[in-house]
């Protein structure tokens, strides 16, 4: 089956700076690379996912990119701020199936 | 249009006991996906289902089971409980055709 590898597992990074997270999945058959922050005590809230046809994708101060060669994606998140402290999960999932595989999440610390 | 909902909220049982989880997916969606998150195995798929039908199980033992009903909204029954079955469960909603799964708030279930 499918198998995520996520790191680094804590990152602190200064206000303003940027931030990645690397992710590497093992089944070429994944197509679908989302992402979810999940703040202390709240659901997990997709904030950005890829498609395996697409290289790159940006929402703003968030960025995705895949390398399907590789079978690793990563997550950039530009002039961090304080509201970006939480933890970060990667996932992928195969064409026609609903069940997302995770990663074991960044805990992302934004320090002021 | 209103999220993913899922009740009760928290949840105490003894060992042994058994439980039931219900989730509400948003309206239009007829795929519910169930995971159990913990600190220590993270966010681990359980199953899903679409149109009352299980499409995908995960690794767990029968104890856990599932079930969907026309109204798309789904149950989760958890059997002889054990102490390591405390976690937060999540249920995730999708269109069920490769779309983008939205969480709900989840479950927390302890078992004593």
């Known amino acids: 089956g499918e198998n995520v590898e996520q790191h680094p597992s804590t990152l602190s990074v200064q206000e303003g700076d940027s931030a990645v997270i690397k992710c590497t999945y093992s089944?070429?058959?994944?197509?679908?690379f989302p992402w979810y922050k999940q703040e202390l005590g709240k659901r997990p809230q997709l904030i950005i996912d890829?498609?395996?046809?697409?290289g790159e994708k940006k929402d703003q101060r968030i960025a995705v990119t895949l390398n399907k060669t590789a079978k690793h994606f990563s997550l950039h998140i530009t002039e961090t701020q304080p509201e970006d402290s939480a933890v970060y999960f990667c996932a992928a999932r195969a064409f026609g199936n609903e069940k997302l595989t995770f990663g074991t999440g960044t805990r992302l610390t934004i320090i002021p | 249009k209103a999220g993913v909902t899922q009740t009760p909220r928290y949840l105490i049982k003894t060992r042994g006991q058994q439980v039931t989880l219900s989730c509400s997916p948003i309206s239009g969606h007829r795929s519910v996906s169930w995971y159990q998150q913990t600190p220590g195995q993270g966010l681990q798929f359980l199953f899903e289902?679409?149109?009352?039908?299980?499409?995908n199980k995960g690794n767990f033992p029968g104890r856990f089971s599932g079930r969907q009903f026309s109204n798309s909204r789904s149950e989760m029954n958890v059997s002889t409980l054990e102490l390591g079955d405390s976690a937060l469960y999540l249920c995730?909603?999708?269109?069920?055709?490769?779309?983008?799964?939205?969480f709900g708030p989840g479950t927390r279930l302890t078992v004593t």
């Open positions: 890829i498609r395996s046809n697409v």
């Open positions: 289902y679409f149109s009352e039908t299980q499409r």
């Open positions: 995730a909603s999708s269109a069920g055709q490769g779309g983008e799964q939205y």
């Open positions: 089944d070429s058959a994944s197509n679908y």
